[in-house]
């Protein structure tokens, strides 16, 4: 028996075998592959949940060294969404049976945005008969804030710790109060005491990022108990400090690689969450989320901003899909999908299992 197989049937996920597996090429690899799927199959089904993703605004108070949005790229239009045009996309995906949206933004939290933030979320219920589910992407927020967000309407939150190592946290963000690992770190810990779905994620294949810190990263998400997750290859963007880094990278080809890897062993680790697949895969590869849906994900996030605002919501560069309305993404993922083996889950929240497990709820 190849050691893959022995870590797999002893589901021994220490670090270092971790370290082991996310280095594995060849049959060993194609091991950890059929494993992920297998377990998928048995624990979540072949169903796929599409979250409606609608980018709110561009304007963020924060300066992250990967960001294509961050405060100081000076050259980018900033905008927000009318409420109409949320409230808009937000009934388009109702009235086609997605069964959640996602709202995310640029991080702020000041009052004039926290305030607007909650009248969307009180105006999409209406609009909707109360029948969506509703993620937040929004950032670290408080705890008023997000009782307050919740109270109006919404269900899950997704904060991604970006890089769950504090030293490697460090070297991606400016060494400001607003970028502090702990207080990140509070932030998620936060969402989750405030009794919401709670997803997070990393990037991965970044300077300075090795194999070590990716199998901290999926302890981490283990530790944290977290119920969903989304994480993507981590993709130069040429108006951030970090396009400048000069050290060792991978090729965009083995990120993509890599976090397939990775979708694949949280699959196996942690078998009853929600794993996205995330459009950075699809980025570098335009079968990328089909790729990841095959390697353990079961959601994807169909673009619903009106094509006017995806130019200036570029986080990084060759972001797939900028050119499609919402009708064509529906189409074109449907027929992804299906060529994947997956079925779509119209109508419902697909709220992921091991949330239900966890509180010991029933749900949609
Ligand atoms: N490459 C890949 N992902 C990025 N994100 C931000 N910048 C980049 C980049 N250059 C991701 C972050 C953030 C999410 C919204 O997009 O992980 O949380
Ligand atoms: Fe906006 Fe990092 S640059 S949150």
Redesign the pocket.
């Known amino acids: 028996m190849s050691r893959t197989k022995a870590i797999l049937s002893s589901r021994d996920f220490s670090r270092g075998n971790l370290i082991y597996l996310l280095g594995v090429e060849g049959l060993e690899r194609r091991e950890i592959f059929e494993e992920a799927s297998r377990i998928k199959e048995e624990e979540v089904g072949n169903k796929v949940y599409f979250r409606g993703l609608i980018e709110f605004s561009n304007i963020c108070a924060k300066d992250c060294y ?3 949005i961050r405060r100081s790229n000076g050259k980018l239009k900033r905008y927000y969404l009318t409420h109409e045009e949320v409230v808009n996309a937000a009934r388009y995906a109702w009235k086609e049976g997605y069964g959640s949206l996602v709202i ?1 933004s640029g991080e702020r939290s000041d009052k004039w945005f926290t305030d607007h933030i909650t009248a969307l979320l009180t105006d999409i219920h209406k609009h909707t008969q109360g029948e969506m589910g509703i993620t937040l ?1 929004l950032g670290e927020q408080t705890e008023e804030t997000l009782l307050r967000w919740k109270e109006a309407g919404a269900h899950r939150y997704l904060l ?1 710790i ?1 890089a769950s190592s504090r030293e490697l946290y460090e070297k991606l963000h400016p060494g400001s109060a607003a970028h502090s690992y702990d207080q990140r770190l509070e932030a998620l810990k936060r969402i989750k005491s405030c009794g919401y779905q709670t997803g997070t ?1 990393v ?1 991965i294949g970044l300077p300075y990022q090795d194999t070590s810190h990716l199998a901290d990263d999926l302890l981490f998400f283990r530790e944290l108990d977290i119920d969903m997750a989304g994480m ?6 040429a108006q951030t400090p970090l396009a400048g880094y000069t050290g060792p990278m991978l090729p965009l080809k083995e990120r993509l690689g890599l976090s397939l890897r990775m979708v694949a062993l949280l699959r196996i680790m942690m078998k009853d969450v929600n794993i996205a697949a995330t459009t ?1 895969m699809q980025a570098i590869d335009p079968i990328g989320r089909e790729k990841a849906l095959k390697a353990g994900a079961n959601v994807i996030m169909p673009n619903l901003t009106p094509v006017a605002y995806r130019e200036g919501y570029l ?2 560069e060759d972001k797939p899909c900028i050119d499609e309305e919402a009708e064509d993404c529906k189409s074109c993922l449907e027929g992804r999908i299906h060529l994947a083996g997956g079925t779509i889950g119209y109508g419902e929240h697909g709220t992921p299992k091991h949330f239900l497990k966890r509180t010991k709820q029933e749900g949609k």
């Open positions: 990967y960001c294509g995310q992407s991604r970006e994620g990037m993507g290859p981590y993709i130069e963007h950075a986080l990084y």
